[in-house]
């Protein structure tokens, strides 16, 4: 295809070189441009839907039906448009106004025939089979308005993919016709030079693991014989290794030259020899564009782009470096050493990220429509714009990547402290204890209890322990273990520390080391009591697993400090039916916090100092929760059902814990920062 | 000229305003018309039909193959061709470029001597000085590839007090001809696309090197601060750029949108003041600029009389993310950074809207705007040098296009100017991305082995060493790095190894080579071992599982410290028993190849000459390195002080441990780094990683690691 669509061009590189007299019309015709004034963001949602477009398999339309129109030699010529056009001077944002979708409207002006005097055609194909289906692609999408009112953008039906075709004088006066033309302001034309989408779209089945016969492949056909002639020095210095094929000259009856490539004498098939080669050259013809690019990435080969001061489509959003190799036209003689240099791995990413651009926005003409009307919206929305992952990152990395939320490296200062959450519900005995225990440790900044009783009160405020830090007492509506991740704006920390009313035996050095831990990884959950999730190859599922281990891949939130971040990501975000499940079954709020950590970071839990009891050391076994045995059971279902729901197993077992730099170390305890670490 | 621009300055303001009003009156009107439409029926045209005919290709595909291609100009005379027209205001790499320059010997930087007399900007000053102390700097015109001007071209504001008079004005000041601008404040109409680059404003108090750190210290949530927009500035009455500020006061609410501005600056502003100034006046002496700056979610960085100005560096720095209101202006570094992830483009006719698009954007997408000012700030702003490096490097990767930086190592930490594209094509190849593309560290490591005293006997540490890590199941192959003076021992001398040992005699024998990239090192691990370092199997498998977790960080296990000494106002080096750390020595160390290259190409001659003459604070250099790119601290892993035969008795009696001035020199080390890197980059940790049962009450043997606890 190799098609350059055109807008807003940056740079005359895709401006073909024509006649100036020509050339004055062709600008007139190509500065993308725009118009209108209306600023008001009350965009309704357009129910462009499906009863329309059943109607219109049954109405049987013709392009000879459409209306049409004479064009005299007198009608005005549009004026030369301006070259420096940049979208804050030639493009009118007033149309687009505010919309809380954030979504641009485009409105396709009705098709017509436009006759000159002597009632000849404009243009010798009419429309074109390919801007068809281009404008049909834009009346299926979201973008689509046919209320010319209310769009921001206008795309005439005046078929300019191939300027050879039209008669230049006449298009810009039809153009100049348009309602709402006004020089072209927000008027998108779709220009492609050479060639046009493969009619062979099936031709080609990419084999994933075969490995290939070449190295490079030449498979143009337009070359001119000076860098042909290069191609062969190349080819006699490096053998077997390069093939360079040109048009077949004897061809017999009947067989399409199109799909056919010759190399002395011998035949082979196109674009499925494509396939055959790691690399493939796309080397500047007469036009800079070349349709070759778009055989090549479809076949998966990685396009070797000989052509200086090309612009390569969609380039504004497109990382081509990570899908092609660009070299300078003077560098041709070099091409074989500079590809060998890459390393195969980086190859094989360019050949996944070749075929996904493909298959992504040059598939088809609707693909290249959508990608182009997304590139103006982004630019126009630019706050709401996608990402640069979203445009380049293949499925597959899209899945198996992770992009933390809290990506900066930062390691927070000690000096706000952290917030401990404590959930209970009516063991104020070993509530209060856990109060005044954690209130020794010297950052903390406020104790928030959340008090999911709702059949009893709170005891009154006199009868809680006294401590220095501010102590707020929530009360819930229900009794759901979420509530102790609610995001409350009384946490006014980054950390905050989540804490079962039984856990009375971390000592205040344990709890404060945990919060440095914490500082160093802000990103990460950072707990006592360690677990581990293990597959169970007899019952095919998942385990959990509460024993004594060398491995650890989460931390409970009985005692745990963590971002505040991940309160607003359990109670908002949290996918699937989770969050409901936990709180149905009153188990593995803590299991579930560790899933959705792990999948938004990629990173393990830290498992801060030695194991311990941490409740009381008298507590029976049947007093609490997490004993019994039906418990780890459930547990263990808990993973089960949360794999299920993630659709991976986002969890990360690693064989470390952190304890502070001099622990256990034969050192005058009193110099230690943390003494008090791991006693009963 | 200047009543023409005049004119036009006048014009183009009338005519934002009578759009302004337009627009404002319109909201009134669509209103009304709005109900109109309504009633009407929708619009009687229908959507694309489906048509039933059988169309013809726009281009049929014969058609294309049967042009006589060469009846046409060869290729090459064409672009040359081209390239003539692409000249002056026109200019590409392509056509006023001369790459030839570089093929030879690489992008190297030449800077035109001074002349005498000649007066230079403190900042231009920097500017050069940064050239000039940086790796692509030569002092022989014929190796280089780039030259930079020496007259001070910076400022060319004539009302500037920078401004450096005696250049003949016009425009620029001089014609520029075939030469690549790097500028501040430009404007996209002026712009070469991929051939100028567009640089930060920056004061002259900017620091040279190292600069200050972004001012944002915790990702609190919700990430909303007490303003949600604001601007404190000069508001022009007349000429350029007066508009957008004169309209700020429609946005202004006194609450949480706070846009302030002045009339008071110049000589004559009383001659010009309008209606509003003294009203303005006095509610702008009302706040402070710092303390909004900080506590504001968003600032908005109008035009003013340039495109640019330094509120958009100061509000980066301060994590206040910037909404851009400077039409045309090419933001800085355009070329290579995505500033939709770290700002709010907005567009100068739409400022009644603002408000309300940035109250629409999302707590996740500020959360991530922010922490991406800071990334940015400190990787491509925070000092004269980052800019000048930047700079440098932007054009560099357009000089080799086939080895350079894509958009991602652009944009995400560590930034571009750590990530030398030369070392590897392969974004996997580096320790920064693996969580970016889903993929993991190579499960093996190399050992290096830095050898320098002879084989003489079979009980050397060195042998003892080699056999403990040949036996670590993560080994891949142990380098013997060959520094010593005497001649490589035969091969039988050393021990049989389940694992390849290669021995490398060091080039010239020097320090830094056991940093240098070998490319028989094909693991994405190194653990780097001094010859005397005492380890066991299990101590260097755990050390390796943690280090699968960090692959970025330095992990080990001779931990060291550093801390400011305020009565000698320098920094220290301490080798005793202390509570934190910020260095792992490497000595006993796995980190990440790539480091390995980054010491050899990204440090300056200086400092690795200073190392390889002193045989000593290579370890420290290291970690200044590691902490410089990734800003976190090194990783101690287990119990383990004793690494060294000679800390437990006597043997060994070359060690440079021994050494009494090799602590001195040390504290010497310590002080030149941080001189060079601007800043100290290292990093205090107080924890350390232990095997998850290290030392717990639970029977030996459901340890996995229990050798660890045996030493």
């Known amino acids: ?680 | 000229m200047q009543a023409k621009k005049r004119y036009f300055i006048v014009l183009s303001a009338g005519a934002c305003l009578v759009l302004l009003f337009y627009f404002g009156g319109l909201q009134v009107r669509a209103t009304r018309n709005q109900s109109r439409r309504e009633d009407r029926l929708r619009s009687p045209e229908q959507p694309w039909p489906h048509f039933s005919d059988n169309l013809q290709s726009f281009l049929p595909r014969e058609q294309l193959a049967n042009e006589d291609y060469n009846m046409h100009l060869s290729p090459r005379q064409k672009r040359d061709a081209n390239t003539s027209l692409y000249k002056g205001k026109k200019c590409r790499m392509e056509s006023c470029f001369d790459f030839s320059l570089c093929q030879r010997s690489g992008f190297k930087v030449y800077v035109y001597p001074q002349q005498k007399g000649e007066k230079i900007s403190e900042s231009y000053q920097n500017i050069l000085s940064a050239i000039e102390g940086s790796r692509f700097y030569t002092s022989d015109p014929s190796q280089a590839c780039l030259f930079v001007l020496s007259l001070d071209t910076l400022d060319r504001d004539q009302l500037s007090p920078q401004y450096v008079h005696n250049l003949k004005s016009k425009d620029l000041g001089f014609d520029i001809g075939q030469a690549m601008l790097a500028k501040a404040s430009i404007g996209a109409e002026n712009f070469r696309p991929h051939f100028d680059v567009s640089i930060p404003l920056f004061s002259k108090d900017h620091p040279r090197t190292g600069g200050e750190r972004g001012f944002l210290k915790y990702n609190t949530i919700p990430p909303f601060r007490k303003y949600m927009l604001v601007f404190k500035g000069k508001r022009y009455l007349t000429g350029i750029g007066s508009d957008t500020r004169n309209a700020l006061y429609h946005v202004h609410n006194a609450e949480d949108v706070v846009l302030l501005t002045t009339c008071k600056h110049g000589k004559d502003w009383q001659k010009h003041k309008d209606g509003r100034c003294d009203k303005d006046n006095a509610e702008y002496d009302k706040y402070d600029y710092r303390e909004m700056l900080h506590n504001s979610t968003f600032c908005l960085v109008p035009r003013g009389r340039r495109l640019g100005s330094f509120r958009f560096l100061e509000a980066l720095q301060a994590a206040c993310v910037p909404v851009m209101l400077s039409n045309g202006w090419e933001l800085p570094f355009s070329e290579v950074i995505d500033w939709n992830t770290a700002a709010v483009i907005g567009d100068e006719r739409l400022l009644l809207q603002i408000p309300s698009t940035v109250r629409s954007i999302h707590q996740d997408k500020i959360l991530a705007l922010r922490q991406q000012t800071q990334f940015l700030w400190e990787a491509y702003f925070s000092s004269v040098e980052k800019i000048v490096l930047t700079t440098l490097e932007i054009i560099q990767d357009r000089i080799f296009k086939h080895i350079s930086r894509n958009s991602l190592i652009w944009n995400r930490h560590p930034g571009g100017l750590f990530v030398l594209p030369q070392y590897s094509a392969y974004l996997g190849d580096f320790p920064f991305y693996f969580a970016a593309l889903g993929v993991k560290p190579s499960s093996r490591f190399t050992a290096v082995i830095h050898a320098v005293t002879p084989l003489i006997s079979q009980s050397q540490p060195i042998l003892k060493l080699l056999v403990a890590v040949s036996k670590s199941q993560y080994c891949a192959q142990i380098i013997v790095l060959w520094n010593c003076d005497k001649p490589l021992p035969a091969k039988h001398r050393w021990p049989a190894t389940p694992v390849p040992v290669v021995v490398i005699e060091g080039e010239n024998k020097v320090m830094s080579s056991r940093f240098q990239p070998y490319d028989t090192i094909v693991t994405d691990a190194i653990l780097s071992l001094d010859e005397d370092t005492v380890l066991s199997t299990t101590e260097v498998d755990f050390a390796f599982t943690v280090w699968q977790s960090f692959p970025e960080r330095i992990v080990g296990y001779p931990a060291r410290s550093h801390f400011w000494d305020s009565n000698k106002e320098r920094w220290g080096y301490t080798s005793k028993w202390t509570n934190d750390y910020s260095m792992v020595l490497t000595g006993a160390a796995i980190y990440h190849r790539y480091y390995h290259y980054l010491y050899t190409n990204y440090l300056p001659v200086s400092l690795k000459n200073m190392v390889d003459q002193l045989a000593n604070c290579e370890d420290i250099l290291m970690n200044f390195l590691v902490s410089a790119v990734t800003k976190l601290p090194p990783i101690k892993v287990t119990q383990k002080k004793q690494y060294k035969e000679t800390m437990m008795g006597q043997s060994s009696r070359a060690s440079r441990w021994a050494d009494p001035d090799h602590f001195a020199q040390r504290q010497t080390c310590m002080n030149k780094f941080a001189s060079w890197f601007g800043t100290m980059p290292l990093i205090h940790s107080q924890m350390r990683l232990d095997p998850i049962l290290f030392k717990d009450q639970v029977s030996i043997l459901r340890k996995k690691y229990r050798d660890i606890e045996r030493l």
């Open chain 1, 1 to 680: 295809m190799c098609a350059s669509v055109k807008y807003s061009a940056r740079g005359p590189a895709l401006i073909p070189r024509m006649k100036t007299k020509h050339r004055m019309y062709y600008i007139a015709l190509f500065s993308v441009v725009l118009l209108g004034l209306i600023a008001t963001g009350m965009f309704q949602f357009w129910p462009h839907s499906i009863e329309s477009s059943t109607d219109w398999s049954v109405d049987r339309h013709s392009v000879h039906d459409a209306p049409l129109v004479h064009l005299s030699a007198s009608d005005p010529i549009p004026e030369r448009g301006d070259l420096s056009c940049r979208m804050h001077t030639c493009f009118d944002v007033y149309r687009c106004g505010y919309n809380p979708k954030n979504r641009i409207k485009v409105y396709i002006h009705p098709l017509r025939r436009y006759v000159d005097d002597l009632g000849a055609p404009i243009s010798s194909t009419g429309l074109s089979r390919e801007y068809n289906e281009l404008l049909s692609a834009i009346s299926d999408s979201d973008f689509y308005t046919d209320d010319i009112n209310r769009a921001c953008l206008l795309i005439p039906s005046i078929d300019v993919l191939n300027q050879n075709s039209l008669r230049i004088r006449e298009t810009a006066q039809a153009l100049a016709q348009l309602p709402r033309w006004e020089r072209g302001m927000n008027h998108l034309l779709f220009n492609m030079l050479p060639g046009g989408p493969p009619d062979y779209n099936t031709a080609l089945d990419v084999p994933r693991d075969r490995p290939r016969k070449y190295f490079i492949l030449s498979s143009q056909i337009a070359l001119h014989m000076e860098y042909r002639t290069e191609l062969e020095t190349l080819k006699a210095e490096n053998g077997e290794a390069m093939l360079i094929l040109d048009k077949c000259t004897n061809l017999s009856e009947g067989v399409s030259s199109v799909r056919k490539r010759c190399c002395k004498g011998q035949v082979f098939d196109y674009p499925q020899i494509l396939q055959e080669s790691t690399f493939c050259v796309v080397l500047r013809g007469v036009r800079l564009g070349q349709a070759a690019l778009s055989d090549v990435l479809q076949a998966g080969c990685v396009p070797v782009i000989l052509a200086d001061s090309y612009i390569l489509p969609f380039s504004e959003v497109l990382d081509w470096k990570r899908a092609a190799v660009v070299i300078p036209e003077d560098n041709l003689s070099e091409m074989y050493s500079i590809l060998k240099s890459i390393p195969a791995k980086q190859v094989e990413e360019m050949q996944r990220q070749a075929r996904w651009f493909w298959e992504a926005y040059f598939r088809s003409m609707k693909n290249i429509v959508m990608t182009t009307l997304q590139i103006i919206n982004d630019r126009i929305y630019p706050y709401a714009a996608r990402s640069y992952e979203e445009w380049n990152d293949p499925p597959s990395v899209k899945w198996a990547s992770v992009n933390s939320p809290l990506f900066l490296p930062l390691i927070p200062p000690r000096a706000p402290g952290f917030t401990a959450v404590v959930l209970t519900y009516d063991r104020i005995e070993s509530l209060f204890r856990v109060i005044t225990e954690i209130s020794k440790v010297p950052s903390l900044c406020k104790l928030l209890v959340v008090w999911n009783n709702q059949n009893k009160d709170p005891p009154e405020e006199s009868q809680w322990p006294k401590i220095t830090v501010p102590l707020k007492v929530v009360r819930t509506t229900e009794n759901k273990l979420s509530n102790r991740f609610f995001p409350y704006d009384e946490i006014e920390t980054e950390a905050v520390l989540a804490i079962d009313d039984d856990i009375i035996m971390l000592t205040s050095d344990e709890l404060q080391f945990g919060y440095e831990v914490w500082r160093e990884f802000p990103d990460r959950l950072v707990g006592y009591p360690g677990r581990l999730h293990l597959w169970d190859h007899e019952m095919g599922k998942w385990k959990y697993e509460s024993e004594w281990t060398n491995e650890v891949s989460m931390v409970l939130t009985g005692a745990a400090f963590y971002h505040k971040y991940f309160n607003y990501l359990y109670t908002y975000k949290m996918p699937g039916d989770i969050k409901n499940w936990v709180d149905a079954h009153m188990n593995c709020e803590d299991i579930a916090m560790n899933f959705l950590v792990a999948n938004v970071t990629g990173k393990a839990p830290i498992k801060v100092t030695p194991r311990k009891k941490f409740k009381c050391p008298e507590c029976t076994a049947i007093d609490g929760l997490s004993l019994d045995q039906t418990h780890m059971v459930e547990r263990s279902e808990c993973i089960n059902k949360f794999a299920t729901v993630f659709g991976t197993m986002p969890l990360k077992v690693v064989e470390h814990r952190a304890d502070p730099v001099l622990y256990k170390d034969d050192f005058p305890e009193k110099l230690k920062s943390f003494p008090n670490i791991g006693s009963l």
